[in-house]
């Protein structure tokens, strides 16, 4: 945990009035991560809004496993839009969970996060070489 609190050395206003926020009192890494996220989901939502993007994402969202149904339902532009405005949101959820954990996205959601979870064991995996019928008996 890094903290500036601790520091004697002469501070400029900006770390004062940063210290005073409770920004700076635990958890520093994890603020500059957070804010660094909040920046990148910003700039990312922002360059949707322009027409060169609906082109450069075309091959992107026509061949995405998740996102293919944009263009029948939106179109072009309306897909980008989409992908913008939901990349603000989450910029937005990110950011004010500076203040308020409820309304962030709080490290809970991740944990809950099916890509967080350790893959099952599956007791159908059979060793290569061995017939079915080797593996069921084992």
């Not at 400029?12 to 009035?17: C, D, I, N």
């Not at 700076?24 to 989901?41: C, G, N, P, Q």
């Not at 308020?100 to 893959?119: D, F, I, K, M, T």
Request: proline share 7%; net charge positive; hydrophobic share 40%.
């Amino acid at each position: 945990m890094t903290t500036l609190s601790n520091t004697h050395t002469a501070q400029t206003p900006l770390v004062r009035a940063l210290q005073g926020s409770g920004l700076l009192a635990e958890d520093l890494d994890y603020h500059i991560v957070r804010t660094s996220m909040v920046i990148m989901f910003f700039f990312f939502g922002y360059e949707k809004w322009f027409p060169y993007k609906f082109e450069r994402l075309v091959p992107f969202i026509s061949n995405g496993p998740l996102i293919w149904w944009l263009y029948p339902v939106f179109g072009h532009a309306g897909a980008s839009y989409f992908l913008g405005v939901s990349e603000w949101t989450f910029g937005a959820l990110l950011l004010a969970g500076f203040w308020s954990h409820r309304l962030g996205v709080s490290e809970r959601w991740a944990r809950q996060a099916p890509s967080s979870r350790p893959l099952p064991s599956f007791p159908s995996c059979r060793r290569v070489g061995t017939s079915p019928q080797e593996a069921s008996r084992r």
